[in-house]
């Protein structure tokens, strides 16, 4: 048996080797065969200081030959080898041959001032009949890219380009812009380090650095840490199918000519490539957003030291009897008048406790321990009846009371407030659970994803907004996670403000006082402060998601604004109804009902028919069911026998008598809510929305809207009037929304389509060069729906004064 090394000598030697010497910028037009072997040698001079590209381009003249020609190029460092024609595999393993091949060689670095350097290429092919080629060796100019200098070039699959970026002294980060007119064909960018060989081809172009594909728009941030030789190489590959981008997918098998055409896939691209921010503007967009929304807790404190001063200068008034009117004394007569003057009524029992008032309630009336507990002892009749009453009398109460044409707060605020405080704080604590373990596995899930971003460098992976992404160690869009701060900021601030309310009530009611114990709507802060958790996790969550958004994890950045709409609206119903609210376990479990579609949707609901029928009829059949509970105050029962009621109701109120409804208003906003909720139901059923979460937050927004609006036209109509610091809560939330939907409609990103896709929507940043139109938006709705939670605070402010049985319920 003859050696390896033997055969590799008996093939040289039987081989003719024909060796010339080329110039750079000439065609040389031969044919190989595989009886011969054509070496061509080259030599260029390459300094320390300058680089030149050197690019080979071989174009195969005859088509028909039964085995490729192989071109070896050997360098003093490095061997690129490549086969014409040029076969690139797309999707489905599919094949495309190129006639037209063009490769750049690398340039290892030099250490010498000077050098000349040899390089030679190898022609041969294993066909028998031979081949013809043309080859071309050329030198390319602008192969050194320079800084905020556009350069345009052309590339195709088979003839890939990449250029080389110098950081300059100074500079420690760049942004790499490639951009097109064309959106296709599909092309790749890619940032790698100098070294052989460079991975240039649709094949191996995702091997090494960072990459993203593009259409039109590509970008890319590039930091000097990141490449130990403060320099790197920017490669523009175009892909050999469209799928990639969002193309169309070919038929296969491809026939003649579309196997012409897929070689026809020319792309004309410029690169530019600009400084990023420096460190001070990192600073000043921290400051900023600090700044922001430390200035609501400056008005805030401000807010509080005007409203001590204001009460200093009462309790001055108080301790002052020379300046105390008739109405501030503590004659019983005087009492009872001014009492009618403000509207509210007291029991003479009320009124002689309070003629014992000191001046160390300043004033306030005080009802004997007595009397409260006789109170409390006569609303036993409607408390929660599972821990206090097992008689079936409490329901005939219930039926009494809730059926009633007319119904004002007194009527459904007859619980015990210790059974209903603590009903509401489980809202708290039941959402600060949540908080936690929802949280924790998401903040790990996202950490995961940077780090896959961080380490395989597919810029795919995760939906930025590149032309204003500001890196920050491992973070890839700092300024995006740090614009959610302000939900952060404000619900803790949301949560301070309710927690002062809830203080200055609780010792009103150790003070015994009238209006905190008999006037105004009850106050219950359990909701306010799960409002205020839910509006802090917000922040955290969208923070989250901007790590790294993308399709997948959408979910976490809706979650907690349906528990933030779902916990408005029962704050909403729970003022006029503090009795019949619904509990915090059913809330939350109709909340994580509305999670679990909302993630069956962003799986399963793109141009899913079933599942948006499915859908539909649920949507429909739930609005149903709530607008029964709604009208009747939950004095119905859902069994067997509930088709024959529905039957006998219509039968005697609609046939029979023909007679309207008991409840007007609560059936105008019924048939309104209905009428919105079945229009959302049918849009989504025809027009199947790819954004299923954001639909399904637009119908929860609707209702909150239309229930608030409502309950804004009842409250003036039942002559109700809003106090000033509520009018304006409202008036500038409603401005800073408006601003804030103007923002959030941009559109900057959009998961919905591929990458490259989405990246064509990617704009510059808008204020301080590091926030962008998404991170406006994060900034003013964080304060909206603050404002929205102190409208919801402040609202009923007017009624603090006025007795329970003179508050309509609507």
């Known amino acids: 048996m003859i050696p390896y090394q033997f055969c590799i000598i008996i093939i040289i030697v039987i081989k003719n080797i024909v060796q010339k010497d080329a110039e750079f910028d000439v065609n040389y037009n031969d044919t190989v065969t595989s009886e011969n072997q054509t070496i061509y040698a080259f030599n260029h001079t390459i300094s320390r200081n300058k680089t030149e590209g050197v690019r080979v381009s071989v174009d195969l003249l005859s088509n028909k030959s039964e085995s490729p020609i192989l071109f070896v190029v050997r360098q003093k460092q490095a061997v690129l080898s490549f086969q014409v024609p040029l076969i690139l595999r797309g999707l489905y393993q599919r094949k495309y041959p190129y006639y037209d091949v063009g490769r750049t060689l690398c ?20 066909s028998s009949q031979g081949a013809n080629y043309q080859l071309r060796v050329s030198r390319v100019e602008s192969f050194t890219l ?4 556009k350069f345009s070039f052309t590339a195709s699959p088979s003839q890939p380009q990449y250029f080389k970026y110098v950081f300059q002294d100074g500079v420690d980060t760049v942004i790499v812009k490639v ?31 960072m990459y993203q594909t593009m259409t039109k728009k590509g970008a890319i941030t590039v930091q000097r840490k990141d490449f130990p030789s403060n320099s790197f190489y920017v490669v523009v590959v175009v892909k050999t199918e469209d799928e990639a981008c969002g193309g169309p997918l070919r038929f296969y098998p491809l026939t003649p000519d579309e196997l012409i055409d897929a070689g026809n896939r020319s792309k004309a691209l410029d690169v530019m490539v600009s400084t990023a921010i420096n460190l001070e503007a990192y600073v000043m967009g921290m400051l900023f957003c600090l700044g922001i929304f430390f200035s609501f807790y400056l008005l805030t404190l401000l807010c509080v030291c005007l409203e001590r001063a204001r009460l200093n200068k009462r309790r001055n008034v108080f301790l002052n009897p020379a300046d105390m009117s008739p109405a501030e004394t503590g004659n019983p007569a005087t009492i009872i008048s001014s009492s009618a003057d403000n509207g509210s009524t007291m029991s003479s029992e009320a009124i002689t406790d309070s003629a014992t008032s000191t001046d160390n309630n300043y004033g306030y009336m005080e009802r004997s321990l007595e009397s409260v507990a006789r109170s409390r002892q006569e609303s036993l009749s409607s408390i929660e009846e599972d821990d206090y009453d097992t008689l079936d009398d409490i329901h005939s109460d219930k039926n009494i009371v809730r059926t009633k044409k007319f119904l004002y707060v007194a009527d459904l605020a007859r619980k015990d407030k210790r059974v209903l405080s603590k009903k509401y704080q489980i809202y708290f604590w039941n959402i600060a659970t949540i908080a936690v373990f929802y949280a924790l596995p998401v903040v790990q899930l996202v950490i995961t994803y940077q780090t896959v971003v ?13 032309l204003c992404a500001h890196p920050l160690g491992a973070l890839s869009a700092f300024n995006n996670i740090l614009s959610n701060l302000g939900y952060v900021m404000l619900g803790l601030l949301f949560l301070l403000i309710v927690l002062k309310r809830d203080l200055a009530q609780n010792r009103a009611l150790e003070r015994h006082d009238v209006n905190a114990l008999e006037c105004g709507i009850p106050k219950h802060f359990g909701l306010f402060y799960a409002m205020g ?6 922040g955290l969550l969208s923070a989250c998601y901007h790590v790294c958004p993308n399709y997948t994890n959408f979910q976490f950045d809706t979650s907690f604004m349906y528990m933030i709409a779902g916990l408005c609206m029962l704050k909403l119903y729970q003022k006029r109804h503090p009795d019949i609210n619904a509990s915090a376990y059913t809330a939350y479990a109709c909340l994580a ?14 141009d899913n028919t079933a599942f948006w029928i499915v859908f539909s009829v649920i949507h429909i059949l739930a609005t149903l069911l709530l607008s029964t509970q709604l009208y009747y105050m939950g004095r119905w029962r859902l069994n067997a026998g509930i088709l024959r009621r529905i039957v006998y109701v219509i039968y005697t109120d609609c046939i029979r008598q023909c007679s309207g409804p008991m409840y007007i208003d609560r059936m105008v906003l019924l048939v309104m809510g209905n009428i919105v909720n079945w229009s959302l139901a049918a849009y989504g059923l025809i027009q199947k929305p790819n954004d299923f979460a954001s639909y399904l937050l637009a119908i929860a927004i609707c209702n909150l809207l239309l229930y608030f609006a409502f309950y804004i036209i009842m409250k003036l109509r039942s002559g109700e009037r809003i106090k000033c610091l509520a009018l ?8 800073v929304w408006g601003f804030a939907l103007y923002f959030f409609f941009q559109g900057l990103s959009t998961w919905q389509k591929t990458p490259a896709e989405s990246r064509e929507h990617n704009r510059e940043c808008i204020l301080l060069s590091f926030f962008d139109d998404h991170d406006i938006w994060h900034f003013l709705s964080s304060i909206a729906m603050f404002g ?10 007017d009624l603090d004064t006025v007795q329970r049985d003179k508050i309509y319920v609507f």
Request: one cysteine or more.
């Open 593 to 606: 009902a509305v999670i679990f579609f909302s993630v069956l949707g962003v799986v399963f609901g793109r």
């Open 788 to 797: 929205s939670f102190l409208v919801l605070l402040t609202m009923d402010d």
């Open 146 to 149: 320079q800084t905020n200098k």
């Open 454 to 466: 961080n380490v395989t460098g597919n810029q795919d992976i995760c939906y930025y907004n590149f």
């Open 179 to 209: 951009n097109s007119d064309m959106a296709f064909p599909c092309s790749v960018m890619s940032i790698q380090d100098i070294q052989c060989p460079v991975y240039d081809l649709d094949n191996n172009v995702a091997f090494i650095g």
């Open 533 to 538: 958790t839910a509006l802090m996790m917000e």
């Open 107 to 126: 340039q290892p670095p030099t250490r010498a001032a000077s050098e000349t350097q040899y390089f030679f290429v190898d022609v041969s092919t294993l």
């Open 728 to 735: 304006v809560c409202i008036l500038f939330t409603a401005v």
